[in-house]
């Protein structure tokens, strides 16, 4: 059974710093795009950061909302992606959920989530 494991989640003061990790157990990891989602209360979930599979060059991209402070890396031998997260700010509070997707072999998968709370 697939299972993503996301932690590293928290409460962090404005300006601080948090990484968040997911681990997969997940065959072949390494054709697999990341991505991480973010669903504050009362809101939709959003995409946050997504890095590309290695065959499609590990590309990654970002909500507006985060560029600049957001970090999405993965580390294909411990089939783990992380989300280094500076500059924190109340509106990043929110339950982090990690996504792996393969379009090669249809499949789709999403994590528990963690929680992250900004605040002073």
């Known amino acids: 059974q697939v299972q993503l494991v996301e932690s590293g989640g928290g409460l962090v003061q404005p300006g601080g710093s948090l990484r968040l990790s997911c681990t997969a157990s997940?065959?072949?990891?390494?054709?697999?795009?990341m991505r991480w989602y973010r669903q504050a209360p009362g809101k939709q979930r959003e995409l946050v950061a997504s890095?590309?599979?290695?065959?499609?060059?590990?590309?990654?991209n970002y909500a507006d909302s985060v560029k600049g402070r957001f970090t999405i890396s993965r580390d294909n031998a411990k089939a783990t992606v992380y989300l280094q997260m500076n500059s924190l700010k109340p509106e990043d509070t929110a339950v982090y959920f990690c996504?792996?997707?393969?379009?090669?072999?249809?499949?789709?998968?999403w994590g528990q989530g963690t929680q992250v709370t900004v605040s002073a």
């Open positions: 996504n792996a997707e393969s379009t090669i072999i249809g499949t789709n998968y």
């Open positions: 890095i590309t599979s290695i065959s499609s060059g590990g590309r990654t």
């Open positions: 997940i065959s072949i990891f390494s054709i697999y795009s």
